[in-house]
């Protein structure tokens, strides 16, 4: 299957908000409800920041938020703050348990 | 504490295999299933796999058929990755990482393989 599709980076201020893009298709994204979202910060694992499109896990700030439109997930973090400068991804289970990851979002905090 | 340790950086030469293990604790291992993901540099992550660790059945992603293996020992809580036929361009780092009910939630910390 085709990666999932996310701008390659998204920019914004401390205190704004920013939304990324997740874009698949009817028989990932827009067929079910497992979108996560994950961030990674240089020479670390992936962190769970959102499950089942728009669950946040314990721990996880409630800047964090997530939703999904038709074939289309989207991550927005608000009040933007400094540490939230890393890589972004989205993973869609994919049908025949299989699953399939975004392109991946860098987001810098100017 | 819930984690997966994994095992150290390999260095291996095109052609030969590679196989990382994944330890896991900190729950019940027969309760989950452990995926096998990868991130070559400065790319996106690749889903390869996985293997339920109660009944052990397997789904390999179509990209890696006949050069993946993926096993569990449930005694050790232990999951491996074998990769063969190195290729220049599988030098990644790999990840496994624990699903449950359609959730990739836990990573280990991830191991480096380099073909060169």
């Known amino acids: 299957q085709s990666a999932l599709t996310q701008p390659r980076s998204v920019s914004g201020s401390p205190g704004q908000s920013v939304t990324i893009s997740c874009t698949g298709t009817?028989?990932?994204?827009?067929?079910?409800?497992?979108v996560a979202w994950y961030q990674q910060h240089p020479g670390k694992a992936p962190k769970l920041m959102i499950s089942?499109?728009?669950k946040r896990p314990s721990g996880v700030p409630d800047r964090f938020s997530g939703s999904k439109s038709g074939n289309t997930a989207s991550l927005t973090i608000s009040g933007l703050q400094a540490e939230d400068e890393a890589d972004y991804y989205c993973?869609?289970?994919?049908?025949?348990?299989?699953?399939?990851f975004g392109g991946g979002t860098k987001l810098t905090v100017l | 504490q819930v984690q997966l340790a994994q095992s150290g950086a390999e260095v291996k030469k095109p052609g030969a295999s590679v196989k990382v293990s994944c330890k896991a604790s900190?729950?019940?291992?027969?309760?989950?299933?452990m995926h096998w993901v990868r991130q070559a540099p400065g790319q996106s992550l690749e889903w390869m796999g996985w293997?339920?660790?109660?009944?052990?059945?397997?789904k390999y992603s179509q990209k890696f058929k006949g050069r993946v293996t993926i096993i569990r020992d449930t005694s050790a809580t232990t999951v491996y990755m074998e990769l063969s036929s190195l290729k220049y361009e599988d030098t990644a780092v790999y990840y496994c990482v624990r699903e449950g009910h359609w959730l990739l939630d836990l990573w280990g910390q991830g191991t480096l393989v380099t073909v060169s």
């Open positions: 900190g729950y019940t291992f027969t309760s989950y299933t």
């Open positions: 009817s028989s990932d994204v827009g067929a079910y409800n497992y």
């Open positions: 089942d499109v728009s």
């Open positions: 993973c869609s289970y994919a049908g025949d348990y299989t699953w399939v």
């Open positions: 293997v339920n660790g109660g009944n052990g059945n397997l």
